[in-house]
């Protein structure tokens, strides 16, 4: 009954058009007036813990870096540099954009960041190289998506936080699996650049590339920075942030100089206005979080998956399945927050490793952010090449399928996942 409660309470705040914030606030209060347990104070707790958490300070600073990469002339050059060696194949842009993507995964973790700096600064390109720009839009959007899997990811720290999980492992756990969707990107994009007879551009240079190269050297040394101080435990995941954003900061300052001082303040803000979205649902999913374990709700949930719970593939194909169904109404934080406390004691039920389920389960979630009607990340890549979004959909369809075939091999294949991390950790 508690399961009832909690979905049928959520479902109706949203319904009503309740902020998903505030939505889980109502949903913890019915489910303590179902139990007979109201009390204020225990909301008020558990609001000021869920905000109170030293990993989840790796939020803001992965933003704040996204933001100055963007701001200081890292992303550009990231491109540039892919352009310089890629861009005279057929259908040169698109792996460009999924290189790009690929790079820019490694250095913010922000998937809607990622897709709108690519698609501004590709999108003008290939409409002048006469692409099918919806096709264009949909590939950068499904590029954009691999941002939350490769590290540093916030929706990986979101996760671990949630689901008290390490984040470090999380990290590490991933690499593997957003390369693979790179390389599912690209071999879906050559099928339809050689079927669309995509154009081709000029060849660059050995001293156009090594140039290129080198005017990204500083751009493409953060990543190395970040996974290499993870890997020797130099720092943490919150470190880390730290690390990536001062960083983009002294190299858009100092070294490329596009960044400049009167250019912070809108910086700052523009990240301080995401970071108080994700921390404020954040805070309200601990109050949830609390009473679905006071209300035992976890258990409720093996019960109804019990016939799965033997056949570790099954299990992780039905939830799987139903994350996809999940993902295509709802946002891509919510989502984690909402269903990391009640489906992570479960998979522990069934034997499964939790690190190795966090992967699938955030990749699972960033693919959602490009399916409709939700899409939020299909929304930023229409807007900015402006078309019409029916037509982004369309675009985005092989790519997307492309994403989920790769989902569902690491369910029938956890060793993708579990044998690589052996290495890294």
Do not use: C
């Not at 204020?40 to 790796?58: E, H, K, R, Y």
């Not at 050059?77 to 040169?92: K, Q, T």
């Amino acid at each position: 009954m508690t399961v009832v409660v909690f979905v049928s309470t959520l479902l109706g705040a949203m319904a009503i058009g309740l902020p998903i914030a505030f939505a889980l606030l109502v949903t913890g209060i019915a489910l303590m007036v179902y139990l007979n347990n109201f009390d204020a104070q225990i909301i008020a707790q558990n609001l000021f813990t869920g905000a109170d958490s030293f990993p989840l300070m790796a939020v803001p600073f992965f933003m704040l870096a996204g933001e100055l990469m963007n701001a200081g002339g890292l992303s550009r050059r990231i491109v540039e540099a892919a352009m310089a060696w890629v861009g005279h194949w057929r259908g040169g842009l698109g792996y460009v954009a999924i290189i790009a993507s690929v790079i820019m995964a490694s250095l913010s973790g922000s998937a809607v960041a990622d897709t709108a700096a690519i698609a501004a600064l590709l999108i003008p390109m290939m409409r002048k190289a006469n692409y099918n720009i919806p096709r264009s839009a949909g590939l950068i959007s499904a590029g954009g998506v691999i941002a939350p899997i490769i590290p540093p990811s916030i929706g990986l720290v979101l996760y671990g936080v949630s689901g008290n999980v390490s984040i470090r492992q999380l990290f590490l756990a991933g690499i593997v699996p957003g390369i693979l969707m790179g390389i599912a990107l690209m071999a879906t994009w050559w099928t339809v650049a050689h079927r669309d007879q995509v154009a081709t551009t000029p060849k660059a240079s050995w001293a156009k590339r090594r140039k290129r190269v080198i005017d990204g050297f500083w751009a493409f040394l953060l990543p190395v920075v970040i996974i290499g101080g993870l890997k020797l435990g130099v720092f943490t995941p919150t470190e880390a942030a730290v690390v990536a954003a001062v960083y983009a900061l002294f190299v858009g300052l100092f070294i490329y100089r596009e960044l400049k001082i009167a250019d912070l303040y809108q910086v700052f803000l523009s990240a301080a206005k995401t970071t108080s979205v994700v921390m404020f649902l954040a805070a309200t999913a601990v109050v949830s979080a609390w009473l679905i374990t006071i209300a035992n709700v976890p258990a409720e949930v093996g019960r109804l998956l019990e016939p799965f719970m033997d056949n570790k593939i099954t299990l992780m194909f039905v939830i799987m399945v139903l994350v996809v169904i999940i993902g295509t109404a709802l946002d891509f934080v919510p989502t984690i927050l909402i269903l990391t406390p009640v489906l992570v004691p479960v998979i522990k039920m069934a034997g499964i490793d939790p690190v190795y389920f966090g992967v699938l389960f955030i990749m699972n979630n960033a693919i959602g952010l490009i399916t409709p009607p939700v899409g939020t990340v299909l929304n930023v890549a229409a807007g900015v090449a402006r078309v019409p979004l029916g037509s982004v959909i369309r675009g985005v369809t092989p790519f997307l399928l492309a994403e989920i075939a790769v989902l569902f091999l690491l369910v029938l294949f956890p060793e993708l996942v579990t044998v690589p991390l052996q290495y890294l950790r």
